[in-house]
């Protein structure tokens, strides 16, 4: 009886090991083969989550989740073609210094009040430091192998900038700029909408101003460029002279007032040809990239197995 019950109890202890490890079980599965190196569910997790604190930085709510989600699909793919950027670069002899990771880990830091909150936000991706510091020192030998194989090799010529302001001159345009007014209310949503009334019945506006002692901003912006989706929404419907309903933005009401509307105006060769040349350069660059990751893959021993854990 007493043999009986030790066999039993050796048998749950076996299934409880079993089913607490199958987490490493499936972050340790190999999802690809790229060359002598492999890629795990765990690689392809870090991955996603680093580039997601990395747009973390530029997107918040719904723009950053869908911008993940639209690079799912391609994950494994990018994250192969880096493996292969890596490994040439190992073999051409680009060595890295680190304390390049340091001042980058360093860069990240200062974004954060504290230490303590670095960490924090960093959990919260799913990263140890040593999990960013890595993924980090993989980026930074990819821009190097790609400085020294294409980007160091790419040269355009002033004939280049001058036949391609000539034949795109009609789309060489600064765009439609408009003059707003931001008036910063505060945190009452009541007295936010007692300021627009009185400014949407035109009264005054220095009367108003004195009188609930608001801050104004005056600020030059385009359609599509760096206002947040409803306030730009709000500012380009508006006519000259009139005023926004108020917006919160974290935690702040804001009133946008429409003071001047600048029409497109052609750019000359002088004011395009910064633009044109970094368009031409990242031009050439995504091709030489392209290239190069072509011939990388030529030479490659890539397999790819069943991935059964998409990464989250």
């Given at each position: 009886?007493?043999k009986?019950r030790?066999?039993?109890?050796?048998?749950?202890?076996?299934?409880?090991?079993?089913?607490?490890?199958?987490?490493?079980?499936?972050?340790?599965?190999?999802?690809?083969i790229?060359?002598?190196?492999?890629i795990?569910q765990?690689?392809?997790?870090?991955?996603?989550?680093?580039?997601?604190?990395?747009?973390?930085?530029?997107?918040k709510?719904e723009?950053?989740?869908?911008?993940?989600?639209?690079?799912?699909?391609?994950?494994?793919?990018?994250?192969?073609?880096d493996?292969?950027?890596l490994?040439?670069?190992k073999?051409?002899g680009?060595?890295?210094?680190?304390?390049?990771?340091?001042?980058?880990?360093?860069e990240?830091?200062?974004?954060?009040?504290?230490?303590?909150?670095f960490?924090?936000?960093?959990?919260r991706q799913?990263?140890?430091?040593?999990?960013l510091e890595?993924?980090?020192?993989?980026q930074?030998?990819?821009?190097?192998?790609?400085d020294?194989?294409?980007?160091?090799?790419?040269?355009?010529?002033?004939?280049?900038v001058?036949?391609?302001?000539?034949?795109?001159?009609?789309?060489?345009?600064?765009?439609?700029?408009?003059?707003?007014l931001?008036?910063?209310?505060?945190?009452?949503?009541?007295?936010a909408?007692?300021?627009?009334?009185?400014?949407?019945?035109?009264?005054?506006?220095?009367?108003?101003?004195d009188?609930?002692?608001f801050v104004?901003?005056?600020?030059?912006?385009i359609?599509?460029g760096?206002?947040?989706?409803?306030?730009?929404r709000?500012?380009?419907?508006?006519?000259?002279?009139?005023?926004s309903?108020?917006?919160?933005?974290?935690?702040?009401?804001?009133?946008f007032?429409l003071?001047?509307?600048?029409?497109?105006?052609?750019?000359?060769?002088s004011?395009?040809?910064?633009?044109?040349?970094?368009?031409l350069?990242?031009?050439?660059?995504?091709?030489?990239?392209a290239?190069?990751l072509?011939?990388?893959?030529?030479?490659?021993y890539?397999?790819i197995?069943?991935?059964?854990?998409?990464?989250?």
């Open positions: 009886m007493i009986s030790i066999i039993i109890k050796s048998i749950l202890l076996c299934a409880l090991v079993l089913f607490c490890r199958l987490p490493a079980y499936a972050e340790d599965k190999i999802i690809a790229v060359n002598q190196d492999i795990t765990k690689d392809l997790n870090d991955f996603l989550n680093f580039t997601r604190m990395q747009l973390s930085l530029e997107l709510g723009q950053l989740e869908s911008k993940i989600q639209s690079m799912k699909l391609d994950l494994l793919n990018r994250l192969i073609e493996r292969l950027i490994q040439d670069a073999k051409r680009i060595t890295l210094d680190e304390s390049r990771v340091r001042a980058r880990i360093d990240i830091k200062r974004r954060y009040m504290t230490d303590a909150a960490q924090k936000a960093i959990a799913g990263l140890t430091q040593a999990d890595n993924q980090i020192r993989e930074l030998f990819m821009y190097s192998s790609i020294a194989n294409v980007r160091s090799k790419i040269v355009i010529s002033p004939t280049e001058t036949e391609f302001y000539e034949k795109n001159k009609e789309k060489i345009k600064i765009p439609e700029q408009r003059q707003i931001s008036i910063a209310i505060g945190t009452d949503e009541r007295l909408d007692e300021i627009y009334r009185d400014l949407n019945k035109g009264k005054d506006f220095k009367e108003i101003q009188k609930y002692s104004t901003n005056q600020m030059m912006v359609e599509n760096e206002l947040r989706e409803d306030i730009e709000a500012v380009f419907r508006l006519e000259r002279g009139q005023v309903k108020p917006i919160e933005i974290n935690g702040t009401y804001y009133i007032k003071e001047e509307i600048i029409s497109p105006q052609q750019q000359s060769l004011e395009a040809q910064e633009d044109i040349y970094t368009y350069f990242e031009e050439k660059l995504q091709k030489g990239v290239r190069l072509e011939e990388l893959k030529k030479q490659a890539i397999k197995t069943q991935q059964e854990n998409p990464p989250k």
